[in-house]
């Protein structure tokens, strides 16, 4: 595995003083969003599709350090947008290792050999660099030719530095398993200390729609990755029940709470991936959302769904209760032929509510009488590269 025994220990000792309190829910890695302003226009990701006065608000170092005090969390991941745009990134970083927590801070790495001297090696700190596949794959998935040369760049010279790195691939439609398992190999040979997996999700402002997948298609892509990596040496930074799951072999209902996200709107409902609603405080999020309208078989929008920041927690929580189910996921890997495990039966969900405008109104409105300071400095993203047609992917 790619996750350092010390952090498996501290999340699964806050896990079972969870259920020793007798808590239902509560969170397990808040998902920090200090900014929505990005360097790179992905065909694939509605974050940067917001007004420039909203692309340039930013969350203040004590904003970000109030929100893991609210949640308590072990673990601190920052996304964005890109995080390396934020002036006080190192300040946040540091205030959040200062509490004790683990830290992963991605990164489309454009900027990593730019800012890196702000940055100091800690056992509990990791570079999450993008790579969604090798050059070609990559370079389509952030709609932008050149990309992967520089993350690997990017990636090399943080390893150099001392720096524990990891790689966050997000698969489409178009990935390939036997090319998955060849780019993983690649950067296992670089000296990655985890891979980090997910399906895409489908972000209904994305510009590209075509290219997510389905529930079924998933599961047959990790089934074909997985089939083709054993005893190759991947250290998957996953956990392996949530591993098992994309493989098809475990029904789980989405833990929305697990993953919190805080970002420039607020708390945001329901999750990492669906901004309907936004609270103003952590505990607000948990007491005022009705958790039960959301989720696959309970709401359109999450039909396909099967990422991490839905099912993670809900793996990682079944870790926690059956401990002996995730020694034997880890010992044998994903299982990958057989019969798969039962499907979420989708009769009875909700329609989706296509709702997201009105909270960029309301920002918009509400920022009007708020003070310059807090609005964040103007940047283009045109200025750093960004386009939005993507290159070619010609089959190989």
């Not at 609210?70 to 996304?79: D, E, K, L």
């Not at 089934?223 to 956990?239: D, E, T, Y």
């Not at 709107?265 to 958790?291: H, I, N, V």
Request: glycine residues 8%; hydrophobic residues 40%; aromatic residues 8%.
């Amino acid at each position: 595995m790619g996750i350092p025994l010390r952090q498996q220990i501290k999340v699964g000792a806050y896990v079972a003083r969870q259920h020793l309190a007798g808590r239902r829910r509560y969170p397990l890695v808040l998902m920090l969003e200090p900014l929505f302003r990005c360097n790179l226009a992905c065909s694939g990701c509605g974050k940067i599709d917001y007004p420039d006065a909203i692309l340039n608000k930013r969350l203040s170092v004590e904003d970000c350090l109030d929100a893991v005090r609210q949640t308590g969390v072990p673990v601190v991941a920052i996304a964005g947008g890109e995080p390396l745009l934020h002036k006080e990134m190192p300040q946040i970083v540091e205030g959040i290792l200062a509490m004790g927590k683990i830290v992963i801070l991605c990164t489309n790495a454009l900027l990593l050999e730019k800012r890196i001297g702000d940055y100091r090696p800690h056992p509990r700190f990791t570079w999450d660099i993008h790579l969604d596949g090798d050059k070609r794959q990559h370079d389509w998935a952030v709609s932008q030719e050149g990309v992967y040369d520089r993350a690997v760049a990017a990636l090399k010279l943080a390893k150099a530095q001392g720096f524990r790195t990891a790689i966050n691939a997000t698969l489409f439609k178009n990935a390939e398993p036997e090319r998955m398992a060849r780019f993983f190999d690649d950067v296992t040979a670089m000296g990655v200390d985890a891979i980090m997996v997910s399906p895409g999700y489908a972000y209904e402002r994305a510009p590209d729609q075509q290219h997510f997948l389905n529930r079924m298609k998933t599961k047959e892509l990790f089934r074909g990755i997985f089939a083709r990596g054993k005893g190759r040496g991947w250290k998957l930074g996953n956990s392996p029940l949530f591993l098992d799951f994309l493989a098809g072999n475990q029904t789980y209902h989405c833990t929305p709470w697990g993953n919190p996200t805080r970002n420039v709107f607020g708390w945001q409902r329901p999750c990492y991936l669906l901004g309907e609603s936004y609270a103003k405080t952590f505990a607000e999020l948990m007491e005022s959302t009705d958790w039960d309208k959301y989720g696959v078989g309970n709401y359109e929008k999450c039909a396909d769904c099967m990422v991490h920041s839905g099912f993670e927690a809900s793996a990682v929580i079944d870790s926690v209760k059956r401990p002996w189910k995730a020694v034997a996921a880890q010992l044998r890997g994903p299982r990958t032929e057989g019969a798969m495990a039962p499907e979420i039966d989708l009769s009875r969900q909700r329609s989706a509510e296509f709702v997201f405008s009105a909270h960029v109104d309301q920002a918009m409105a509400g920022m009007a009488h708020e003070p310059k300071a807090r609005r964040g400095g103007k940047l283009n993203a045109a200025k750093h590269g960004a386009t939005a047609a993507p290159p070619t992917l010609a089959a190989e």
